[in-house]
């Protein structure tokens, strides 16, 4: 997996050459901006038949929690959380047991468990090693289509707060 960690602008690069003034590059559901994604993450991620994905118009993923629309595009194709493989981090935000990082299976709940058993996490840094190491492939593990350390940085700040209020009450 290349250079699936790099930081992409928002807009995804590399995704279409299609000239984007874009009708519809808020989600249908929420109304939000979504992120661009290859359709290669799209066809990985779906547990659904791939009959029903289209090769030439390409998708955004929606990160609201409160919408049900995971993948959407320009047609008005819709996938939800229901069709897909794994459970969606950012539409199940403070779920201890749905993943952070996919590709080395970290969830809110192994982050705690790491910090009662050790003190500390040390999950950031290793998921920041595998990636340089380039083991990771949040391509086409990560429904989000690039790396979680973002995602992964949140949560584990959260966490950590959380935690540090548990102790002053
Ligand atoms: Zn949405």
Not at 10 to 22: F, I, P
Not at 88 to 103: E, G, L, M
Not at 145 to 158: A, E, H, I, R, Y
Request: contains cysteine.
């Amino acid at each position: 997996m290349s250079d699936c960690c790099s930081i992409s602008d928002e807009d995804g690069a590399g995704t279409a050459v299609k000239t984007a003034v874009s009708t519809s590059i808020t989600c249908p559901s929420c109304g939000q901006k979504g992120k661009a994604v290859n359709t290669g993450t799209v066809k990985a991620l779906l547990s659904v038949s791939l009959h029903a994905v289209s090769e030439t118009s390409p998708y955004r993923f929606c990160r609201t929690a409160d919408c049900s629309v995971v993948y959407y595009n320009e047609e008005g194709e819709i996938f939800n959380q229901e069709q897909m493989r794994e459970r969606v981090h950012q539409k199940h935000p403070s779920a201890a047991d749905v993943f952070v990082c996919y590709c080395y299976r970290h969830t809110p709940q192994s982050i705690r468990d790491e910090l009662t058993s050790a003190g500390k996490t040390t999950v950031i840094a290793a998921v920041t090693a595998g990636t340089k190491a380039g083991t990771c492939a949040c391509d086409i593990r990560n429904p989000q289509g690039s790396c979680c350390l973002g995602n992964l940085n949140k949560v584990v700040k959260q966490i950590l707060t959380e935690r540090g209020r548990d102790l002053l009450s």
